[in-house]
């Protein structure tokens, strides 16, 4: 054989395999990079969202044997809800603790896990979770850059006051009750009765202090974690919103990563979730109770006058959210 045949055979080896060994190398660097990644909410270190993200972040890192880290930044470190919202679907934040509500301008359907009285109990809710309705909802979401991670639960919510006796939705004529800045709770404050003000989270006690409030309505856990009790006298059992909070990722942070990484990421989420809404429903029955102890004064009530007025606010919006999915969800055993 001639010593240019010979070359020639020796190049078409080295050009075949090229390819593989840069295909190989590559590989081999994506399963040693690591990637650090930020987890922003707004409650505060004693609220049990701010455990949900410390337990999501050590399970990752454990189950992607330390190739993601993710950071924790709670008390609105990040910015509050809608910026947390936003960032994810920038990419600029990578997962965030938040509820539909910031949610909800991007994805309509989202609208009604924030709407009153839509939910039969907090058990009904963790149904819907398992449902293939949710997860053909959760799927659709992908659209907009929104990834569910972990479906969770953050509370029912119920109406604090600071010198009114409220029993119905007449005791509330006049009354000005902080709300989030998004419009299925000011159309919810609108149904029970009163005038909606929309407040920033963090701001809510110095406003409920100063009188620019005069209550506002969150679950259990929220009051404790930011003291409303210290400001607020009365809690009316309304129940007006059955509340999930969940663990939402940026589908282009997720979609940076390794198909491994993000399978491992998705697992850590399907275990959580179901811990999280047996510790939130046992947080929730232990701090209503202990709200009474700390001088909050608790008043029972008929809600089906709250109900009846929520009507409205359905007629409103069952074309945004979607016809027929209200009554989809109750149909759900």
């Known amino acids: 054989m001639s010593v240019k045949k010979t070359l020639t055979i020796a190049l078409l080896m080295v050009l075949v395999s090229t390819p593989f060994l840069f295909a190989q190398g590559d590989s081999e660097a994506s399963a040693e990079k690591t990637y650090t990644l930020k987890l922003g909410h707004v409650l505060n270190t004693d609220h049990l969202n701010h455990r949900v993200a410390l337990k999501f972040a050590e399970m990752v890192a454990e189950r992607t044997d330390g190739r993601v880290k993710v950071d924790v930044y ?10 947390i919202i936003d960032g994810l679907a ?7 603790i938040e509820g539909f509500g910031p949610v909800a301008p991007r994805f309509a359907p989202g609208l009604i896990f924030d709407a009153p009285y839509v939910f039969r109990s907090r058990e009904h809710l963790a149904q819907v979770y398992t449902s293939d309705l949710f997860k053909n909802l959760m799927a659709d979401m992908e659209d907009v850059g929104l990834s569910m991670v972990v479906p969770g639960y953050y509370g029912t919510r119920h109406l604090t006051t ?3 006796i409220v029993q119905g939705p007449e005791d509330l004529a006049g009354l000005k009750i902080r709300c989030p800045d ?16 929309p407040i920033a989270f963090a701001e809510t006690y110095l406003a409920l202090q100063q009188g620019a409030a005069d209550g506002q309505e969150n ?5 404790v974690s930011m003291k409303f009790n210290e400001v607020q006298k009365y809690l009316t059992r309304t129940g007006h919103i059955i509340q999930g909070n969940h663990v939402f990722g940026s589908a282009k942070s997720l979609g940076k990563l390794p198909q491994d990484l993000q399978d491992a990421i998705y697992e850590v989420g399907a275990e959580i979730s179901q811990w999280w809404i047996e510790q939130a429903f046992a947080v929730e029955d232990d701090l209503l109770g202990s709200l009474e102890d700390m001088g909050m004064k608790i008043i029972e009530t008929d809600v089906s006058k709250f109900v009846e007025n929520a009507q409205p606010l359905y007629d409103e919006y069952a074309a945004k959210w979607g016809e027929g999915l209200l009554e989809a969800i109750r149909a759900i055993n």
Not at 74 to 83: D, R, T
Not at 182 to 197: E, F, R, S
Not at 219 to 223: E, N, Q, T, Y
């Open 74 to 83: 709670p008390a609105s470190q990040l910015g509050s809800g809608n910026e």
């Open 90 to 96: 920038m990419g600029t934040i990578d997962f965030g």
């Open 162 to 164: 600071t010198d009114t």
């Open 182 to 197: 998004q419009p299925m709770y000011v159309g919810a404050v609108k149904a029970l009765g009163a005038t909606p003000t």
């Open 219 to 223: 679950p259990a856990a929220a009051i």
